[in-house]
């Protein structure tokens, strides 16, 4: 079945440090995947996507590229902002079927100023 | 275009009793998804619908079930509540045929079963 592992949290920055978000894998066929940001006591919002192999999702800084040679959907930051902590979730979908995600159990993310 | 919106926001009911938590779709999407978020997990998907019926279903048994309206809101119905049921509910909608299928979330429903 499809699974996703994401490395455990709370990952703890300073502002303007490097983010990197480890998410790796597990699907038959080709999934699509994606990265969700959960903001305290909101649901979740989508971050980015990307569909089929070596596509590079962004939005807002955030980067992820789709590398299915090591099944991996690294979420990258440049400089993180306190506004940036949150929970962070990688997920992905096939496109047939009754196309249900798959999350992995999220990310901490604590930004300090 | 107004987004996913799920109500109420905080529910607190007794172990055997029945819940329904409602959500109403964005604007223009035909399926709706339902997921169980407990704490400190990624969310759980339970089932989705389209057209009014059943187009899936995860790992979730038979007292949870679901109904979808003609004007594409939707409601979750858990029967025989155990303590376990205590999570976050989010509603998902997205538009059947699009690629990549797009799922928007609301904000959840919060249910203690003590």
């Known amino acids: 079945g499809n699974s996703v592992t994401q490395m455990e949290g709370p990952v703890t920055l300073s502002e303007e440090a490097f983010l990197t978000i480890n998410c790796t894998y597990t699907?038959?066929?080709?999934?699509?995947l994606f990265w969700y940001v959960q903001y305290p006591g909101e649901g979740l919002q989508l971050l980015l996507k990307a569909t089929k192999a070596d596509d590079k999702g962004s939005n807002k800084g955030f980067e992820a590229t789709y590398r299915k040679e090591t099944t991996s959907f690294h979420l990258e930051k440049g400089s993180v902002q306190v506004s940036d902590s949150a929970v962070y979730f990688c997920a992905l979908t096939r496109d047939t079927g009754r196309r249900a995600l798959t999350f992995g159990s999220g990310t901490r993310l604590q930004v300090q100023p | 275009e107004t987004g996913v919106t799920q109500s109420p926001t905080h529910l607190i009911k007794t172990r055997g009793q029945q819940v329904t938590l409602r959500c109403s779709s964005q604007?223009?999407?035909?399926?709706v998804s339902w997921y169980q978020q407990a704490l400190g997990q990624g969310p759980q998907f339970i089932f989705q619908y389209y057209r009014e019926e059943e187009n899936g279903r995860g790992n979730f048994p038979p007292r949870f079930s679901g109904l979808q309206f003609p004007n594409y809101s939707s409601e979750l119905n858990v029967n025989a509540l155990e303590l376990d049921d205590s999570a976050l509910y989010l509603c998902a909608s997205g538009t059947s045929g699009s690629s990549p299928y797009e799922q928007y979330f609301g904000p959840g429903t919060r249910l203690t079963v003590t």
């Open positions: 699907a038959t066929g080709y999934p699509s």
């Open positions: 604007s223009g999407h035909n399926t």
